[in-house]
């Protein structure tokens, strides 16, 4: 059986964090102080863990509304993504007839 590459790890650094999700970067910087992101240091910068960052966007709630009112998730509804398996909420998708 043949092995499926793994990808990689998506890191950004604290800016594009902080655009791509609507919020300051001081509430990343103090996110990574409590430790709720995962991150890595690479030449005295932070890059964070893309996935901890969507996950963490998920469970905080002030965050979630920056998120979809200024950050990438102000554009979902434009997606119209039609695939129940990559839904994020699939009851709310009307199957085609």
Same mark, same amino acid.
């Given at each position: 059986? $043949?092995?499926?590459?793994? =990808? #990689?790890?998506?890191?950004?650094?604290?800016? $594009?964090?902080?655009?791509?999700?609507?919020?300051?970067?001081?509430?990343?910087?103090?996110?990574?102080?409590?430790? $709720? #992101?995962?991150?890595? %240091?690479?030449?005295?910068?932070?890059? %964070?863990?893309?996935?901890?960052? %969507?996950?963490?966007?998920?469970?905080?709630?002030?965050?979630? +509304?920056?998120?979809?009112?200024?950050?990438?998730?102000?554009? %979902?509804?434009?997606? !119209?993504?039609? +695939?129940? !398996?990559?839904? =994020?909420? =699939? =009851?709310?998708?009307?199957?085609? !007839?």
């Amino acid at each position: 059986m $043949e092995k499926i590459p793994m =990808p #990689l790890d998506v890191r950004v650094s604290i800016g $594009e964090a902080s655009r791509l999700f609507g919020i300051h970067a001081r509430t990343i910087r103090r996110a990574i102080a409590l430790g $709720e #992101l995962r991150y890595i %240091v690479v030449r005295g910068r932070y890059k %964070v863990h893309f996935g901890s960052l %969507v996950a963490w966007s998920q469970r905080t709630a002030t965050v979630r +509304n920056k998120r979809d009112a200024k950050g990438i998730g102000q554009w %979902v509804d434009q997606w !119209k993504i039609s +695939n129940t !398996k990559f839904s =994020p909420h =699939p =009851p709310s998708i009307t199957k085609k !007839k």
